[in-house]
């Protein structure tokens, strides 16, 4: 029976792929960026909204953020979460350990973490649905490549499209029931805010009294708000289309098949460029939009490919970005705890005092931080915190040696 001690070592270089690292650590970045109008409360601002861009007109902004980014960055690291879920269980299966248990327990650790982010940090979370979703991961695994690739379609574009065009266009209220229980929930403890200016008020200038109604309910609005739009389909397409990549990793052929990588690109900025081209132009967004339905994944996969045509030639770049990467639990709660600190009340309060530009200012010198202090945590240790935290977690510890009397 192989020992589990042998397992909880964090993998080492040699059994890392750095280009995929480096993704995920453009992934992040990519991440930041999405999320940085929520930081200042353009979401919740209602006629603020054109006083919040400063120099940028709401045109603009839309044509940025729905057609470069909004969903795009999100996608990538769904795609990276279910290719890790591939080579961690052909590293466990390898070592003669049960590969499916360790990830169940894996998930259950990752949901504690999202429930965590969710309730006390960042609405936004996507870490409680990847552990909800991770549960069934392993179902897929008996699949092939051909079914896996049809299933990850059907879910990423014809479910969703189906469900919006049946569901939230001829019943456009089916969803109040829900969004009734998790205000319900809200209210039951202690929450005062009804509308989008109450909620913008209490982000920004609210205390440890605002912050509970919102610990106790944030779960509950994020469920509600990832059913609605469908994106848990999306999400666990994705993750299948990432777990057909780890498969090709595994065997040598991805990294390295430029042939696949110019293919995916091509096709990705043929079907996405157009279809972001008409979700930039939608204001306010909305993801169940089909130009948003059609054209978000093609073209995330689009900047996976172009990424990883590039990264090849670009070294120092690659190392740089993959310490971020590998410590991408650590980096992405650790970017909510800075940005919460800046924008809420409960810290600076900048929410609603910043513009657009000086926002992205701010992102672009964190996420440089965010590099110098991965590049010299890991020159000390061998994984970010949360990650040794959350192996830990996983893996029960080592029991103390027997000492056997002569």
Not at 75 to 99: H, M, P, V
Not at 149 to 160: C, D, H, Q, Y
Not at 278 to 287: D, G, I, S, T
Not at 307 to 333: H, W
Request: hydrophobic share 50%; glycine share 10%.
């Amino acid at each position: 029976m192989t020992k589990v001690s042998g397992l909880i070592e964090p993998a080492g270089a040699s059994d890392r792929f750095t280009e995929i690292d480096a993704l995920r650590g453009f992934a992040l970045f990519g991440i930041l960026l999405a999320n940085l109008p929520v930081w200042i409360g353009i979401p919740f601002a209602g006629e603020r909204v054109p006083e919040l861009m400063g120099s940028v007109t709401q045109q603009q902004f839309a044509a940025v953020f729905n057609g470069i980014l909004d969903g795009k960055f999100y996608t990538i690291f769904s795609a990276l979460f279910g290719l890790g879920f591939s080579l961690q269980l052909e590293r466990l299966d390898a070592r003669g350990a049960d590969g499916r248990r360790i990830f169940i327990r894996r998930m259950a650790v990752l949901l504690v973490f999202g429930l965590i982010h969710i309730c006390l940090i960042w609405p936004g979370d996507i870490l409680m649905l990847y552990a909800l979703l991770g549960f069934t991961l392993p179902l897929f695994r008996p699949l092939s490549d051909r079914v896996l690739l049809a299933t990850s379609a059907v879910l990423i574009f014809v479910l969703p499209s189906l469900l919006v065009f049946f569901v939230n266009n001829q019943s456009p209220g089916w969803a109040s029931p829900m969004w009734d229980w998790a205000m319900n929930i809200y209210v039951a403890a202690g929450g005062t805010a009804t509308t989008d200016s109450e909620y913008f008020n209490d982000l920004a200038t609210g205390g440890v009294a605002e912050l509970i109604p919102r610990a106790a309910s944030e779960w509950a609005f994020g469920i509600v708000g990832r059913i609605e739009d469908w994106r848990f389909l999306k999400v666990l397409g994705t993750m299948l289309l990432g777990m057909w990549a780890g498969r090709l990793l595994v065997r040598g052929n991805l990294i390295g098949n430029r042939t696949l990588l110019w293919r995916v690109l091509l096709v990705g900025l043929a079907i996405g460029v157009p279809c972001s081209i008409v979700y930039a132009q939608q204001m306010p967004h909305q993801q169940s939009h089909w130009s948003s339905l059609l054209g978000t994944a093609p073209l995330g996969f689009a900047y996976a490919a172009a990424f990883l045509l590039i990264i090849p030639y670009t070294p120092r770049l690659r190392r740089i970005l993959a310490d971020a990467g590998r410590m991408a639990l650590t980096n992405y709660i650790g970017t909510s705890v800075v940005m919460g600190l800046i924008f809420y009340g409960i810290g600076l309060g900048m929410m609603g005092t910043l513009k657009v530009p000086e926002t992205y200012a701010i992102g672009l010198l964190f996420f440089a931080l965010m590099l110098v202090w991965s590049r010299l945590w890991l020159s000390r240790y061998k994984q970010g915190p949360l990650e040794w935290l959350w192996r830990r977690l996983t893996y029960p510890p080592k029991p103390p040696a027997k000492v056997t009397m002569a």
